[in-house]
């Protein structure tokens, strides 16, 4: 595990550095899902692939950005990720990041967010820093530049007290008469939007404050949401729950969810108790 942490942790100084230099645009090429990819996109992908490919300790690797599951060199192991998540805001000079969810031994269909062995973010902004759980705790790693490497900033815990709402999929409020209620809950009584349409900088402003609420539930015409169960929402409820937070798809756990396709898709709501709480009394006042 540490030799797959290390060498991911390595490979992040230098997708900042490509956020920096790198020519913005699409790549006029399209994922396995058909959605255009932006040149980040690609070079990404390709960056963690290849590092991932290399490893003695990997068995299997999956990517939001490929057709298949790829076999690695090892049997420890397996990755699935997302190398750029909110790679729209690029072109805008916000904050990205990537996702990694890992699992003991060798594939992904059938298995359970709970399998997952250890779970990966990393936030590419005005600093580079990545959150990591191997099931004990979330802690925070911060690049020091000058000496190259990254130092440990403390244990992360969601135990603050600031009403913070990233509100994504507005659009489902109009199908969705609970979210726009609740939506209007969170206004009335004084929350703060922090919202950037990226899932990683949103959640990791939500874990760093310790409190505040993520939301991203589907509608009439996507029930499941956008956001992917294996390569999104599984590494991201692993990090919320090891906090002490709250991750749910509705009435049960994100962790809970059998992955049965790669490219599946669940509502998701992560954050503190209370604020999850919230959520689910009005989802349950819609249903009741």
Do not use: H
């Amino acid at each position: 595990m540490q030799r797959v942490f290390l060498a991911l942790a390595g490979a992040f100084p230098e997708v900042a550095r490509m956020l920096a230099g790198r020519a913005e645009g699409n790549a006029g090429t399209k994922n396995v899902f058909g959605e255009s990819q932006l040149k980040m996109d690609v070079a990404t992908n390709n960056l963690f692939l290849e590092i991932l490919k290399k490893s003695p300790d990997v068995a299997s690797i999956a990517s939001e950005e490929m057709e298949l599951e790829e076999k690695g060199g090892g049997d420890a192991y397996s990755v699935a990720y997302d190398p750029l998540d909110g790679s729209s805001l690029v072109d805008v000079n916000l904050a990205v990041g990537s996702i990694f969810g890992v699992y003991p031994g060798a594939g992904f269909i059938g298995r359970t967010g709970l399998e997952q062995s250890a779970a990966i973010i990393a936030v590419y902004g005005p600093r580079l820093t990545f959150m990591v759980t191997i099931g004990k705790g979330v802690f925070e790693f911060l690049y020091d530049e000058a000496e190259g490497v990254f130092e440990c900033t403390g244990e992360i815990k969601m135990n603050g007290e600031k009403k913070i709402f990233a509100p994504g999929n507005l659009r489902a409020c109009a199908s969705e008469k609970w979210y726009l209620d609740l939506l209007g809950y969170w206004v009335k009584n004084g929350y703060t939007l922090r919202y950037s349409g990226g899932m990683v900088p949103d959640v990791n402003q939500i874990l760093k404050k310790g409190n505040g609420v993520f939301t991203y539930p589907g509608y009439a015409e996507k029930p499941e949401g956008k956001l992917r169960l294996l390569y999104e929402c599984a590494p991201m409820a692993f990090l919320m729950e090891q906090a002490g937070g709250v991750a749910v798809a509705g009435k049960g756990r994100v962790l809970d969810l059998k992955i049965e396709k790669l490219d599946q898709r669940t509502p998701v709501f992560l954050g503190a108790k209370n604020e999850i709480d919230l959520v689910r009394s009005y989802m349950e006042k819609s249903s009741g």
